[in-house]
């Protein structure tokens, strides 16, 4: 007879923290007033992030080199993570907790079975750009690690995730993306200051302010 396919290494998810997920559900069974703006979040949430990196180019244009760097690789530092994270999520394979405890109450629609839980990818990029701009612009860094508690936590509310995959999420993308920026303004500094002085000038430092001649006196 043919040798059965190993069993997925998935967690058993409801077992680590299914009372919290369930008491978070059903909060927002009683708050249907709520139920469309964390819908909202969770769903188009993340493209604020991502105005977020652009904001901190923006402002690192005046000011230093190291800066500069951090802010040029933090979106390579986000991606990183994001990767990290699905690879993770990939060897773990735990079922979302719609599968596991199918009786609790949803906003968001259970997705496919391979669509796994462990860890939160929408909670590893928020808190990864958050950490990325705290060698930035810290506090532009303060208002992103609010929005990125708020996306982790509408994660829970609409029913995708258990609390330990936010956490544990929230963990892997701080971490990836603090060490990756560490890196990067320790390597790339130096590239950021040649480019700096070439074409690139115009996108990588601020303008410089006008001199307003005064009137000459008759």
């Not at 990818?121 to 929005?147: G, I, K, P, Q």
Request: overall charge positive.
């Amino acid at each position: 007879m043919p040798s059965s396919p190993a069993a997925a290494p998935g967690l058993n998810g409801a077992a680590i923290d299914g009372d919290w997920y369930t008491s978070v559900t059903d909060l927002a069974h009683r708050t249907h007033w709520l139920n469309g703006p964390a819908f909202a979040w969770t769903s188009y949430g993340i493209a604020v992030f991502a105005v977020l990196l652009l904001a901190g180019w923006w402002l690192a244009r005046g000011a230093d080199d190291r800066t500069m760097a951090a802010a040029l690789f933090a979106p390579v530092a986000v991606a990183l993570a994001y990767l990290v994270n699905d690879a993770v999520k990939s060897f773990f394979q735990e079922p979302r907790p719609c599968r596991a405890l199918p009786h609790d109450f949803l906003i968001e629609p259970c997705p496919p079975a391979t669509d796994y839980a462990f860890p939160s990818n929408h909670t590893t990029v928020a808190f990864a750009v958050a950490a990325a701009l705290f060698f930035v612009h810290r506090r532009l860094a303060a208002v992103t690690a609010l929005a990125a508690v708020l996306m982790g936590a509408s994660r829970v509310y609409v029913g995708a995730h258990y609390p330990h995959d936010v956490a544990v999420a929230a963990l892997a993308g701080s971490c990836t993306a603090l060490l990756t920026v560490l890196l990067a303004r320790r390597l790339g500094t130096p590239l950021v200051a040649a480019l700096r002085g070439g074409r690139l000038g115009p996108l990588l430092n601020a303008p410089a302010p006008r001199r307003h001649r005064r009137p000459r006196t008759p």
